[in-house]
């Protein structure tokens, strides 16, 4: 199963955009399935009311962290680059999905859905497939 197949199946299970997304590449990231269903878990819905960043983008930016980071506790180095890839994760996004913000992607206000919740996820997933692949690439 692949990384949309699975963050679908997730989604299906009743898992929230965050955790859907998070779950789909657990086996990549060196963390315990508990562990990022728990860390996802208040990212749902917008950080849980609508009104803030989809969950499916706060997923991608987290498993930046997750990828980036130099985990340097007492010199911490890796900030800058990790920054700068969020900010690539969100700008792809943006242009994938029409908006960063939940309530703006489900059209809470202007009764305009610019994209739904298994395609914000599809194209989160996406956007870190390609962060890994450039990675890969890199080294």
Do not use: W
Not at 82 to 103: M, N, W
């Amino acid at each position: 199963m692949n990384h949309k197949e699975k963050a679908d199946m997730l989604h299906k299970k009743g898992y929230n955009c965050c955790q859907s997304v998070l779950l789909a590449f657990q086996d990549e990231l060196g963390v315990d399935p508990e562990t990022l269903f728990r860390i996802g878990e208040g990212f749902g819905l917008g950080m849980g009311n609508m009104d803030q960043t989809c969950g499916a983008l706060s997923a991608a930016v987290m498993i930046a962290g997750l990828k980036n980071s130099d985990g340097n506790l007492a010199e911490p180095k890796s900030k800058r680059a990790t920054y700068q890839l969020a900010d690539k994760l969100q700008k792809s996004f943006l242009e994938k999905s029409g908006a960063l913000v939940c309530r703006e992607l489900k059209g809470i206000e202007t009764g305009k859905v610019l994209c739904p919740c298994p395609v914000c996820i599809s194209n989160a997933v996406e956007i870190v497939e390609d962060m890994l692949a450039s990675r890969t690439d890199e080294k």
